[in-house]
């Protein structure tokens, strides 16, 4: 049996109705629609995580673009529980690169279970992190764990790590998109972050995203993506 939709009130009893306006949206015809997927993805399969970044500079906007394509993030209950902090400060950067050395130098010599060591042979990473300073950009993203008001209250938020997970998402599709390149950077612990960048106590640093031109002669590590068939299951399955 499926349901009949309720009256606003039947299941918000005493809150104001909210207001809506008409959705704007334009329909594509089907072969425009496949060449702009087609398109899409081949750029996006075209992106590469980078560890080697140029210090030529980026302008300001570009970052503030990239921010704010990934606020235009679906969010739980849109509740919006991001915050960006874009560093360019030479010597913020540096603070940040010797703190995060720090807790990767003790993770990779002494905190690394072998299972980790294992999964990251491959990728050949290490405690010396360059990027944090070569990079003209370091942008810091906090996730919001319950929201704060002006006066000190404060507030349950919504799935927040599935949130500000989409809209890095879409900040790193946005880098790439403009023609730069980041590296999505999670030194552990990072605890550190916050108190460097002054950031309330209700945010937890998530992750950590220099963005630049690729350094000249930058390498990755020759990777195979999952093809179609194995991360796709069209409708329902055996097991
Ligand atoms: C949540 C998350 C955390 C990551 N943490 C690190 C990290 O701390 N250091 C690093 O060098 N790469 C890190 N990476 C990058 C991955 O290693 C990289 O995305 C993966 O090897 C695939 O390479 P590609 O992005 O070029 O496709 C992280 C990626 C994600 C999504």
Known sequence: MTRQKPAFQEVYPGFPA???????????????????????????????????????????????LAVLTAGTAPSGAHQQPWQFVAVQDPELKRQIRE????????????RMPDEWRAALAPLGTDYVKEHLTDA????????????????????????????????????IAAVH??????????PNPMGFLGDLLG???????????????????AQV????????????????GSS
């Open 99 to 110: 703190a995060a050395e720090a807790e990767e130098y003790k993770t990779y010599t002494q």
């Open 18 to 64: 909210p207001a809506f306006e008409s959705l704007q949206s334009r329909r594509l015809a089907a072969d425009d629609m496949l060449q702009r997927a087609e398109a899409f993805y081949t750029e996006m399969n075209a992106r590469r995580t980078t560890r080697q970044f140029s210090n030529d500079p980026v302008s300001q906007a570009i970052i503030e």
């Open 136 to 171: 003209p950009w370091v942008v810091v993203v906090f996730r919001q764990k319950y929201g704060l008001r002006a006066d000190g209250t404060t507030y349950k938020h919504y799935s927040s790590t599935e949130s500000v997970s989409i809209a890095v998402g879409l900040f």
């Open 177 to 186: 998109h403009a023609g730069l390149t980041t590296l999505t950077h999670t």
């Open 221 to 236: 590590p020759r990777l195979n993506r999952k093809s179609l068939g194995q991360i796709l299951q069209v409708g329902r």
């Open 199 to 217: 950031r309330p106590k209700n945010e937890e640093a998530m992750l950590v995203l220099p963005v630049g031109y690729p350094a000249p002669d």
